[in-house]
């Protein structure tokens, strides 16, 4: 079974600072990793996502994540937000099958 | 291109109502995906198909959902004698292949009272 684990249900964050969103999963087998943000009233949109190869992955809207074996993180940054970035963030993670397992989200406020 | 389209966008039913959620995937894409999403939760896994086979429903929570996709295409998500518990977001996604990206459509936010 895997499972994924955000950290922070909330983030509020000055505009043009950088920021953080935290990952952790947990999976018996290799796995495949996404971030998906979700904005008010909306589906997801996949940001970003790790398949194999670099461990540091780019992402639309300047976003990026770094595939961390060891420490089975998969952290989310961007280094300067916008008020528009204002959303909540989903990090999944796929054992190579089809099915998604997401964690419970992470709301991301960016402060003017 | 046109992305992952759902329809209705709203949906209000009366507890012990049967209601019937549509997706219209991106064309081309094999694989569709039913994700159930309650407030302040991230989406969990209902059911996958596979063109019109549906190789997985291991996620669907009882025997009163239902889902379909007789023609590899358009999907369509029923549930029958609807409860208040059923109250959520339900979200389609296609992707090309069973191992790639899921894309999402906007999903069905449905309200049992």
């Known amino acids: 079974a895997q499972s994924v684990t955000q950290l922070d249900s909330q983030v509020p964050v000055f505009e043009e600072a950088p920021v953080e969103l935290r990952c952790n999963y947990s999976?018996?087998?290799?796995?495949?990793l996404f971030w998906y943000v979700q904005y008010p009233n909306q589906g997801l949109q996949l940001l970003l996502k790790y398949l194999s190869g670099s461990t540091l992955v780019k992402g639309i809207n300047g976003f990026e994540a770094e595939f961390n074996k060891s420490q089975t993180s998969f952290h989310l940054r961007k280094p300067s937000v916008h008020i528009s970035d204002t959303a909540e963030y989903f990090c999944a993670v796929s054992d190579k099958g089809y099915q998604l397992t997401f964690g419970k989200g992470t709301k991301l406020s960016v402060i003017p | 291109g046109a992305g992952v389209s759902q329809s209705p966008r709203y949906k209000v039913a009366k507890r012990g109502q049967d209601v019937a959620l549509r997706c219209d995937p991106i064309?081309?894409?094999?694989?569709l995906f039913w994700y159930q999403q309650a407030l302040g939760q991230g989406p969990e896994f209902l059911t996958y198909?596979?063109?019109?086979?549906?190789?997985?429903k291991s996620g669907l929570p009882s025997d009163r959902f239902f889902a379909e996709r007789p023609e590899g295409s358009v999907s369509t998500l029923k549930i029958q004698r609807t409860q208040q518990e059923d109250s959520a977001v339900y979200l389609c996604a296609s992707s090309s292949d069973r191992q790639g990206a899921q894309y999402f459509g906007p999903g069905t936010r449905l309200l049992v009272l």
């Open positions: 198909f596979q063109n019109e086979a549906q190789l997985d």
């Open positions: 064309s081309g894409h094999v694989s």
């Open positions: 999976s018996s087998v290799s796995v495949y």
